[in-house]
C-alpha cells in the first residue's frame, strides 16, 4: 500500500513523501495567484481555478480561498463559495450543485490522534456536502460528515454528526431542529412572505 492509499484508506499516515510535499506547494503557487488576481480579470481566475483543482468546474468562488492540494476538491456546477474559506483537503471533499457556502466556512478532512505521542500522525475521512445546501458563515466541518440534500447549518455551527436531508441544523455540537417544511415554502425570512408579486418587480429590476 502506498501512503496515498493509506491516505484515502483511512489509515494512519504522514505526508513527506511521494510527492505530496511537491502536490502542496503547487497548490499554494495557484492559491495564492488566485488570491492576488484582479476581480475584473475573470477569465484569469478560471485559469487558475482549474489548475489549482486539476479540473473545470463552473463554481463562483470569492478570493480569498485556502485548501491544502485542491485536486481531493470536487465541486458541483453553480455552487458559491464566500471569501475567506478553509478547505483542509488531505481527504476527499465532494461538494454537489447549487450548494451556498457563507464566509469564513471550513471543511477538514483530516485530524489526528488524540494520544500525545501519536500527534505527528494524521488521518482523513471523506466529507460530502449534497445539493442544495446552505452552509452558514463561520460553520466548521469535522471529518467524515455527510450533510444531505437541501440541508442548511446555521451560522457558526460545529458539524460532528452527519445532517439528514431537508433538515435545519445549528449548534456548537451541531444539532437538527427541524424539517424544512411548508413554512418555509411560504416565507423566507420570519413572516416575510415569498409572492409571485414580489419575485416578479424583483426580475423585471435584475432584466
Not at 95 to 109: D, E, L, R, S
Not at 138 to 145: A, E, R, W, Y
Request: proline share 5%; glycine share 8%.
Amino acid at each position: 500500500m502506498t501512503m496515498r492509499e493509506r491516505i484515502a484508506s483511512g489509515k494512519l499516515f504522514t505526508d513527506y513523501c511521494e510527492g505530496l510535499p511537491e502536490d502542496r506547494l503547487n497548490c499554494k503557487m495557484y492559491m495564492t495567484a488566485f488570491n492576488e488576481s484582479k476581480p475584473d480579470n475573470q477569465k484569469l481566475r478560471q485559469e487558475l481555478m482549474n489548475k489549482l483543482f486539476g479540473k473545470e468546474m463552473k463554481v463562483w468562488i470569492e478570493p480569498p480561498f485556502y485548501c491544502c492540494y485542491g485536486t481531493n476538491i470536487m465541486i458541483g456546477d453553480d455552487s458559491y463559495i464566500n471569501f475567506n474559506c478553509h478547505f483542509v483537503d488531505d481527504g476527499k471533499i465532494i461538494i454537489g450543485k447549487k450548494v451556498m457556502f457563507g464566509p469564513g466556512v471550513t471543511i477538514a478532512t483530516v485530524g489526528h490522534p488524540i494520544r500525545p505521542d501519536m500527534r505527528e500522525y494524521m488521518y482523513s475521512q471523506p466529507v460530502v456536502i449534497e445539493d442544495n445546501c446552505w452552509i452558514g458563515a463561520g460553520t466548521i466541518i469535522c471529518p467524515g460528515i455527510t450533510i444531505g440534500e437541501n440541508s442548511v447549518i446555521g451560522a457558526g455551527s460545529v458539524v460532528t454528526k452527519d445532517v439528514p436531508q431537508n433538515s435545519v441544523a445549528v449548534g456548537n455540537p451541531c444539532r437538527v431542529i427541524r424539517e424544512i417544511d411548508e413554512h418555509d415554502m411560504k416565507y423566507y425570512y420570519k413572516d416575510n412572505e415569498i409572492t409571485d408579486e414580489d419575485l416578479m418587480e424583483e426580475a423585471r429590476l435584475r432584466n
